[in-house]
């Protein structure tokens, strides 16, 4: 069993920066890739993007390709969410995951079976 337990969300303003955490515990699998999602009120959960279980590569989605960073430091098993260049339309819950690489890189969260409870992030224009 691997728990997944968010942290850093908040208010921030457009153009801003904020950073979240993942710490994973539990029965971690040495082979699992990580990620992030993020869902929308009344939308489904969508793909922000993965890190790789090496931390060597990466994937996002194109709507925050360039501002969003996805980092891991497997000696914390903690991975984390640098946001810089924030807008209004990231405001959601953006939610940890974790399971095989090429489950994760779906990019569907249909496919993922591990969550971390989410937290909230709020941009204010």
């Known amino acids: 069993q691997v728990q997944l337990v968010e942290s850093g969300g908040g208010l921030v303003r457009a153009g801003g920066s904020l950073s979240l955490a993942c710490t994973a515990s539990?029965?971690?699998?040495?082979?699992?890739?990580m990620g992030w999602f993020r869902e929308f009120p009344g939308k489904e959960r969508e793909f922000v993007g993965a890190i790789s279980r090496s931390g060597r590569n990466t994937y996002y989605d194109e709507s925050v390709k360039g501002r969003f960073t996805i980092s891991r430091d497997n000696a914390k098993n903690t991975m984390y969410l640098q946001m810089d260049s924030l807008k209004a339309e990231d405001t959601a819950v953006y939610y940890c995951?974790?399971?095989?690489?090429?489950?994760?890189?779906?990019?569907?969260?249909?496919?993922?079976?591990?969550w971390g409870r989410g937290t909230l992030v709020t941009v204010t224009s």
């Open positions: 995951a974790a399971g095989p690489p090429e489950l994760l890189l779906l990019r569907s969260y249909r496919a993922i079976e591990v």
């Open positions: 539990g029965r971690t699998d040495s082979t699992w890739a």
